[in-house]
């Protein structure tokens, strides 16, 4: 599948007109390469203007978001970690992932791809959650730990962009789901929908984000997730067992994706949490417990919803629509209705650190009050634009943030911290630019290998030879 520009998900796998939101995307729908010049452009642009250059913007003792976390909001333990994380690993979007893998291959290739690539995709977010345990650092902060406290503004800037972009997403995914479950049928139904999410979203961004996960995630809002997901499984496996397990079993592949593509777009999903973990992480009280909490929390939620997607459009009709696929399972509605819920809490996820990172390039305006502005500015895109095709957005969010995290777990993944450059990192933004290029040149010219793990692989090795000495600490 090839590059498009940002859209929103449908849940067919129809192709609808897709309308180009901003010059930006109209550059990348010609052509994946043309991103990594975007960049350079962008670079070069930054560095004219005097607030790129302008290191009192990153004073750390006035901004919340570059500063370390202090030991009275290091709150969160294991179980903390993993019911989070497996809430976030949950969603629509995911099944409707696992629906794309078949049947590009077949059945126990797409297992096999959505066991690896979630083991390897959750580690790396177990990874950058112990590095911000251990630093206290949000993910604006790691980016200047490495980048250097001018440079890593532009990844930031990047970050809250496709932050501002998944929050629509979400909001249409529940406006959408909801009106599959109550209809349509009178003029006015989709904004009303789409408000009334975007309303219930504003609301949560003024609450405290330590509350609303050990407070409702952890005691509520997990073991419903967990239920419905019960539920839809034994539906779902009821009807292959009815049609006949086997021929499930042995379905053969079209070849159109190989093990490593398809490992990329099962990747794809936590991948695309990278640039968030830190956030939550960070209010860790052991590093250990955030690494296995996370790891393990999201992995299982990757796993099974991928899974899922595969088994919900193995028993559809070619033509199916997927939330119709699941309303149709017995108690689909109250099933589809909670997952909806906790689509809530992704939302939610962005958004907080969104606004972080605006916080960050910004402290006059307070995290909370950043909060509120994006959820707003978040409902009303969702109003106004039309969006479509999931997979390329994944992935050009892939090519774009995993090297930029395998830069970052190269200089600091071994537990040594690091002082940020007074301005640019220019080896590691190098390696970062790089490893744009490298991605987006693997995907159009060796996609059996898949561009993830390569890209990947090498970031990570070269910044990782090339960390200066003050990084290369044994803590053996």
Request: glycine fraction near 10%; proline fraction near 4%; charged fraction near 10%.
């Amino acid at each position: 599948m090839g590059w498009h520009p940002l859209g929103v998900l449908r849940f067919s796998q129809t192709k609808a007109e897709k309308v180009p939101l901003n010059l930006i995307e109209v550059i990348l729908a010609q052509g994946s390469m043309a991103l990594t010049s975007l960049l350079f452009s962008a670079v070069a642009g930054l560095a004219e203007l005097p607030f790129f250059w302008n290191d009192k913007m990153a004073n750390t003792s006035h901004n919340e978001s570059l500063a370390p976390v202090g030991a009275d909001q290091r709150v969160f333990g294991w179980y903390s970690h993993a019911s989070l994380w497996f809430s976030l690993g949950v969603g629509l979007l995911v099944i409707q992932l696992g629906a794309y893998l078949v049947p590009a291959v077949g059945t126990q290739d797409a297992l096999l791809a959505i066991v690896l690539g979630s083991v390897l995709g959750a580690g790396l977010l177990g990874w950058v959650a112990k590095i911000a345990c251990d630093t206290g650092l949000s993910s604006a902060g790691l980016m200047h730990q490495v980048y250097g406290s001018s440079f890593a503004r532009l990844p930031v800037l990047l970050n809250i962009v496709q932050l501002v972009g998944w929050t629509t997403f979400e909001l249409v995914v529940m406006r959408d789901g909801t009106l599959a479950m109550f209809g349509n049928s009178w003029w006015g139904a989709a904004l009303t929908a789409t408000l009334l999410w975007g309303t219930v979203l504003t609301l949560l961004t003024t609450g405290s984000m330590l509350g609303l996960v050990r407070s409702f995630v952890s005691r509520f809002g997990l073991p419903l997730v967990v239920l419905s997901l019960l539920w839809l499984s034994y539906q779902f496996v009821g009807l292959l067992h009815v049609q006949g397990w086997a021929a499930f079993w042995n379905r053969p592949g079209t070849g159109e994706k190989s093990m490593l593509s398809a490992m990329d777009l099962v990747i794809a999903m936590p991948v695309s949490w990278l640039p968030l973990i830190a956030d939550y992480a960070r209010h860790g009280n052991n590093s250990k417990t955030a690494l296995s909490g996370s790891w393990i929390g999201y992995a299982i939620a990757n796993m099974w919803c991928y899974a899922l997607g595969v088994m919900v459009i193995s028993v559809s009709a070619p033509d199916a629509n997927l939330v119709n696929t699941l309303l149709l399972a017995q108690a689909g509605l109250l099933a589809l209705g909670l997952i909806l819920l906790d689509e809530l809490d992704n939302a939610y996820g962005d958004v907080y650190s969104a606004s972080v990172n605006s916080h960050s390039l910004w402290s006059r305006l307070s995290v909370k009050h950043w909060g509120l502005a994006i959820a707003v500015v978040c409902t009303a895109l969702a109003v106004v634009l039309p969006m479509h095709d999931l997979e390329p957005f994944l992935l050009l969010l892939s090519s774009v943030f995993v090297p930029l995290y395998g830069v970052i777990l190269g200089r600091l993944g071994a537990g040594a911290t690091a002082s940020a450059p007074a301005s640019v990192n220019w080896g590691a933004a190098l390696i970062w630019l790089s490893g744009i290029a490298v991605f987006h040149a693997t995907a159009n010219w060796a996609p059996q290998f898949g561009a993830a793990l390569p890209t990947l692989a090498l970031t990570f090795a070269l910044a990782w030879f090339s960390r200066p000495a003050s990084v290369a600490v044994s803590h053996a």
